[in-house]
């Protein structure tokens, strides 16, 4: 299907504007032409009908003319004698010669007159008498029975059209007889040009046609088959629709000829109404053409000026876009798309700008961020040659520490054995200290050494927490490890995970008042091993959960702080966690301890060498 998404706006305007004007122009012309047909055609069939109204009163003088014309035949006395003197053998010479006098007019020759009498034993007649006629006459004589003029109805035989007229004779107060004429319809020059005037064309045919409409019969007296009706609704009762021949569509009007059984038909083809409206419709789309013409390169011309200054500012933007900032879109034009490039070009002019002074800036941050890099990379390696530099003589410091407490150096008295304990214990925290520094060194150059492999989740809990007893023991800490029995199994550094839950255990009773508790919980969710590890000490205030897994960030800080450390012990095992393909997260209300769970990746009851050595690449 067709579809306009992909068409710029230059063509789609005048397009839509075209399919716009060509609808309305098919719309008024179709409108109109409907308008202008449905008028011709009532016009015509009321001039058919004033038509056909004129020649029924036409019709219907004649008629009267011709039952005047009867009526005095019939009463004519040797009309009268000889239907009076019929069973006498009377002679119908006089009688007939009476007949001649039912001419109305000089052509009106072609005559059938008879009489016949009531009893129908006499029968006289102006021609040999006529055969195949009778039943007409009989239905005719039935209707003249009633003592006044009649017609019959028309019928046909062979190709013409015929017709009984008739009057009876009365004499001695009684119906003696009747007056009856055979009749065909003939054409009368003024009847057909008084139908030319009437409708201005040769087109209209003037038909005859009895009740039934069985037969038609033309103004030659010859017959007409009968038409095949077609019913439409809206018309008026005396209109008629109908076929014939080469089902050409007809429209008729008919009118009744008063006091008779016949009516007279006007016709005319249905395409000779339409003439008019033909006309006009022809009209109407030349006229329609030359406008759309017009309209349509009208169309085209207005699109092209006012998508033109789009069409720049579009080609401007896209230069902007791809890097070009010094594009401008051309102003040639005053009006609205004027002053939309005018105000497009300053704020490329802003933009272009800012884009310098950003460049200069990332140039700037650039050189920075290169300065910072350096500055760090000193830092790192500044802590690592320290932390190095430092545990050489604090190894000593042990060592020197051991042999005065083996008493190589001489006796020592218990006060300083109390005193050479003290110095142990500082000189291991220094270690562990300095240790954290140089772990969080490698951590941040990428060069802590990992060995994945599988391990039991719950040997290493119990393993650390048989480690930390002492001090759980010191401060009368209760503890308890949920699901520490149950078979987990994960992918992980055995020494890292060590030092990962060493870290959170430590934290948890340096930060526990005596008589509180440390648990920890192991479980399997989704294909993760969680351990997590809960104390109730002081907790963590909540805007600080996020800061602090910073370097040397701790909950407490300042000259009054209870508890040490250097702020690293945190960075250091999310940053482990995080190595071997998991995370630690904390949570806490800030009043009611906190809770620190660490996540990793689970691993299988049993697994190949090979998917082993993939998962501790990946990770590691």
Not at 19 to 29: D, I, Q, R, S
Not at 149 to 154: I, K, N, S, V
Not at 412 to 417: G, H, L, N, S
Not at 429 to 456: M, Y
Request: aromatic letters at 4%.
């Amino acid at each position: 299907m067709f579809s306009l998404s992909g068409l710029s706006l230059e063509r789609k305007l005048p397009l839509l504007i075209s399919v716009f004007l060509v609808a309305l122009a098919a719309g008024l012309t179709v409108a109109g032409y409907q308008e202008v047909r449905q008028a011709s055609e009532l016009r015509g069939i009321e001039r058919m009908q004033r038509m056909t109204g004129q020649l029924a009163e036409i019709s219907s003088t004649t008629t009267e003319q011709r039952f005047a014309v009867l009526r005095r035949v019939a009463a004519d006395s040797a009309v009268v004698n000889y239907l009076a003197a019929e069973a006498d053998g009377a002679s119908p010479t006089e009688a007939i010669a009476a007949l001649r006098g039912l001419s109305l007019s000089p052509t009106d020759t072609s005559i059938i007159a008879e009489l016949r009498s009531a009893s129908q034993v006499v029968r006289a007649s102006t021609r040999p008498e006529v055969g195949g006629g009778d039943e007409p006459v009989s239905a005719l004589i039935r209707t003249l029975a009633k003592g006044q003029p009649a017609l019959g109805d028309l019928y046909r035989t062979g190709d013409s059209v015929f017709y009984w007229v008739g009057a009876p004779v009365i004499g001695k107060g009684r119906i003696l007889g009747y007056l009856v004429m055979r009749r065909t319809i003939t054409a009368n020059p003024r009847t057909e040009k008084q139908v030319r005037d009437l409708f201005g064309t040769d087109s209209v045919s003037i038909f005859v046609a009895s009740d039934s409409g069985a037969v038609w019969g033309s103004l030659t007296g010859g017959a007409i088959g009968m038409p095949q009706m077609v019913a439409r609704a809206g018309d008026a009762p005396n209109v008629l629709r109908y076929t014939r021949g080469s089902d050409a569509e007809y429209v008729g009007v008919y009118a009744r000829i008063p006091n008779t059984s016949l009516r007279l038909i006007a016709e005319t083809p249905y395409a000779t109404l339409l003439d008019r409206p033909r006309t006009f419709l022809r009209r109407s789309i030349a006229v329609a053409v030359a406008m759309l013409v017009i309209g349509i390169a009208a169309a085209w011309i207005l699109s092209r000026r006012i998508t033109r200054p789009l069409r720049q500012l579009t080609d401007a933007a896209d230069a902007i876009s791809t890097g070009n900032y010094s594009h401008r879109a051309p102003v040639g034009r005053r009006d609205e798309t004027g002053r939309l490039a005018e105000a497009f070009n300053t704020m490329a002019a802003k933009v272009q700008r800012s884009h310098d002074d950003l460049e200069r800036q990332i140039a700037a941050s650039r050189s920075l961020a290169a300065r910072l890099e350096e500055a760090n990379r000193a830092k790192a390696d500044f802590l690592a040659t320290m932390s190095h530099e430092l545990r050489t003589p604090l190894n000593a410091i042990g060592g020197y520490v051991e042999l005065i407490d083996l008493g190589v150096r001489g006796p020592v008295t218990e006060d300083q054995r109390r005193d050479l304990e003290r110095v142990r214990h500082n000189q291991r925290h220094l270690l562990t200290l300095i240790g954290n520094i140089l772990d969080f060194t490698r951590l941040d150059a990428q060069k802590l050494p990992f060995d994945i492999v599988e391990l039991s989740v719950g040997d290493a809990v119990d393993e650390v927490l048989t480690s930390v007893a002492p001090l759980l023991d010191a401060k009368a800490l209760r503890r308890e490890c949920v699901g520490c029995d149950v078979p987990i199994m994960v992918y992980a550094d055995r020494a890292r995970l060590d030092q990962i839950l060493l870290n959170l255990l430590s934290n948890a009773v340096r930060f526990t008042e005596p008589g509180g508790s440390v648990s920890v919980a192991v479980s399997e969710f989704h294909g993760r091993a969680q351990i997590v590890v809960t104390d109730t000490g002081i907790g963590i205030p909540p805007e600080k959960l996020a800061a602090i897994f910073e370097p040397f960030v701790q909950v407490e800080s300042g000259l009054t702080r209870t508890v040490g450390g250097t702020g690293l012990g945190l960075t250091i095992s999310r940053a482990l966690a995080r190595a071997m393909g998991g995370d630690l997260i904390a949570e806490s209300d800030g009043r009611s301890g906190a809770s620190f769970t660490l996540t990793l990746p689970s691993a299988p009851r049993a697994v190949a060498k090979s998917d082993e050595r993939e998962v501790a690449a990946r990770v590691s």
